[in-house]
């Protein structure tokens, strides 16, 4: 009688490579897409909200520039801790505190309150901003970190199409509290996933240990590197033209053109889609073309999209598809500038990545604190702020970069320590 052989149970099958991948993709997506879940959600509100606290246009955009203003400084804070303590800790504790700041804006009784508790849900939210780029820098370098961040838009990038078109059904059957009922319920999630998936990618070796003094030689060295200035500052200016449109289109669309809360989320989730194939298309050509090359190109459109659009508002035209394609290239050219900009300025910073991604997010979203109430000055009734803040700062964008790079612009291979595909070492 042949004797039964015991079966030796079967190993479990390691998890494959491409699928840990997507899930630091779809992680760090969903991080990155903090600032404009935050922000355009509840734009197709914002004059439902003036109406609601009996409050002019300019005051509830300043609801806007309390939120820039908590994401700069927050970034400047989040940064150099995640540098010191490893990415993990102050991103958990910045998500859960994000989702009881969210809660705290839904029940606002007043706009000056929701003007404090947007601050503060801004101050937790770069954390998951700061720290997805900092990830990114810790484990990959050169071309391969500028395609991984080209990658990173397209998931990232759904937020600014989905976030509008999500408040204006939003609003169809709920006040506008609801619209932050949801963002705390989407950072309770977000939280839960990451506690249990998300494991640290800052050993203690690579961490920095000098504290408060560590923090301001990395910032003073990296503000007196004319490179990393250059890209930061061009970075920073072209993506407060965006944030000018970011404030001001919710009403100049609604009440100067007459387009209903809906229409206007879509025409902005239309302008978003041109942000994630613009950042395909930039993933595709990295690695052949120079990203600084890239760069320069979407500066120059952002450029001339911008004086088009003040030219169009000039003219008087009051038809919506007049500034509808200026505002789509200017929307559009961030697929290239914000990876590109952000991968040349954090090449040369591997030990001081969260640093580094602070001072870049201190410099984009002052700028959108700095704008926001402009673009309102002169009322809800005339483009002409917005288009004005967005051209200047287009054209000031590309000026800083050309300036700012003439006889010293370096290719990225030369600044970056590796361009292959493979990661850096953890």
């Given at each position: 009688?042949?004797?039964?052989?015991?079966?030796?149970?079967?190993?479990?099958s390691?998890?494959?490579?491409?699928?840990?991948?997507?899930?630091?993709?779809?992680?760090?997506?969903?991080?990155?897409?903090?600032?404009?879940?935050?922000?355009?959600?509840?734009?197709?509100?914002?004059p439902?909200?003036?109406?609601?606290?009996?409050?002019?246009?300019?005051?509830?955009?300043?609801?806007?520039?309390?939120?820039?203003?908590?994401?700069?400084?927050?970034?400047?804070?989040?940064?150099?801790?995640?540098?010191?303590?490893?990415?993990?800790?102050?991103?958990?504790?910045?998500?859960?505190?994000?989702?009881?700041?969210?809660?705290?804006?839904?029940?606002?009784?007043s706009?000056?309150?929701?003007?404090?508790?947007?601050?503060?849900?801004?101050?937790?939210?770069?954390?998951?901003?700061?720290?997805?780029?900092?990830?990114?820098?810790?484990?990959?370098?050169?071309?391969?970190?500028a395609?991984?961040?080209?990658?990173?838009?397209?998931?990232?990038?759904?937020?600014?199409?989905?976030?509008p078109?999500?408040?204006?059904?939003?609003?169809?059957?709920?006040?506008?509290?609801?619209?932050?009922?949801?963002?705390?319920?989407?950072?309770?999630?977000?939280?839960?996933?990451?506690?249990?998936?998300?494991?640290?990618?800052?050993?203690?070796?690579?961490?920095?240990?000098d504290?408060?003094?560590?923090?301001?030689?990395?910032?003073?060295?990296?503000?007196?590197?004319?490179?990393?200035?250059?890209?930061?500052?061009?970075?920073?200016?072209?993506?407060?033209?965006?944030?000018?449109?970011?404030?001001?289109?919710?009403?100049?669309?609604?009440?100067?053109?007459?387009?209903?809360?809906?229409?206007?989320?879509?025409?902005?989730?239309?302008?978003?889609?041109?942000?994630?194939?613009?950042?395909?298309?930039?993933?595709?050509?990295?690695?052949?073309?120079?990203?600084?090359?890239?760069?320069?190109?979407?500066?120059?459109?952002?450029?001339?999209?911008?004086?088009?659009?003040?030219?169009?508002v000039?003219?008087?035209?009051?038809?919506?598809?007049?500034?509808?394609?200026?505002?789509?290239?200017?929307?559009?050219?961030?697929?290239?500038v914000?990876?590109?900009?952000?991968?040349?300025?954090?090449?040369?910073?591997?030990?001081?990545?969260?640093?580094a991604?602070?001072?870049?997010?201190?410099?984009?979203?002052?700028?959108?604190?700095?704008?926001?109430?402009?673009?309102?000055?002169?009322?809800?009734?005339?483009?002409?702020?917005?288009?004005?803040?967005?051209?200047?700062?287009?054209?000031?964008?590309?000026?800083?970069?050309?300036?700012?790079?003439?006889?010293?612009?370096?290719?990225?291979?030369?600044?970056?320590?590796?361009?292959?595909?493979?990661?850096a070492?953890?």
């Amino acid at each position: 009688m042949p004797i039964a052989r015991p079966q030796r149970p079967r190993a479990a099958s390691a998890p494959r490579p491409q699928d840990s991948r997507l899930r630091l993709i779809l992680m760090l997506g969903a991080l990155s897409a903090f600032a404009p879940l935050s922000i355009d959600m509840y734009l197709p509100a914002l004059p439902t909200i003036s109406r609601d606290f009996e409050t002019g246009a300019s005051e509830v955009q300043l609801t806007l520039s309390a939120f820039f203003f908590g994401l700069a400084l927050g970034q400047a804070i989040i940064g150099p801790l995640s540098d010191a303590f490893g990415r993990r800790r102050p991103l958990l504790i910045g998500l859960a505190a994000y989702g009881l700041a969210s809660l705290l804006c839904a029940f606002s009784p007043s706009v000056g309150a929701l003007i404090g508790f947007r601050f503060v849900q801004g101050f937790a939210g770069a954390a998951g901003i700061v720290v997805a780029r900092a990830i990114v820098r810790d484990l990959h370098t050169g071309v391969a970190a500028a395609r991984f961040m080209s990658v990173l838009m397209l998931v990232s990038g759904l937020a600014p199409i989905l976030a509008p078109i999500i408040g204006g059904q939003l609003l169809k059957f709920a006040p506008w509290q609801g619209i932050f009922v949801v963002l705390s319920v989407f950072a309770a999630l977000l939280l839960a996933v990451i506690a249990r998936g998300f494991g640290e990618t800052l050993p203690p070796e690579r961490r920095q240990t000098d504290g408060l003094r560590g923090t301001i030689v990395a910032f003073r060295g990296l503000l007196t590197d004319r490179l990393f200035v250059s890209y930061a500052l061009s970075c920073g200016l072209s993506l407060g033209s965006v944030f000018a449109y970011i404030a001001g289109s919710s009403f100049i669309f609604q009440e100067v053109y007459g387009v209903s809360p809906q229409a206007f989320s879509l025409i902005f989730g239309l302008n978003a889609v041109g942000l994630v194939i613009a950042g395909q298309v930039n993933g595709r050509l990295v690695g052949r073309v120079e990203p600084l090359k890239l760069l320069t190109l979407g500066l120059l459109a952002s450029s001339l999209a911008g004086m088009t659009l003040l030219a169009v508002v000039l003219s008087g035209s009051r038809s919506i598809f007049a500034i509808v394609p200026p505002l789509f290239v200017i929307i559009t050219s961030v697929g290239f500038v914000m990876p590109n900009a952000t991968v040349l300025a954090l090449a040369g910073s591997p030990r001081t990545a969260g640093s580094a991604s602070a001072l870049l997010g201190v410099l984009q979203f002052a700028l959108g604190a700095a704008v926001a109430p402009l673009v309102g000055i002169a009322g809800s009734a005339t483009a002409l702020p917005m288009a004005l803040v967005i051209a200047v700062l287009g054209a000031s964008a590309l000026a800083a970069l050309l300036v700012l790079t003439r006889g010293v612009g370096i290719p990225l291979p030369a600044r970056a320590a590796g361009v292959s595909e493979a990661p850096a070492s953890r």
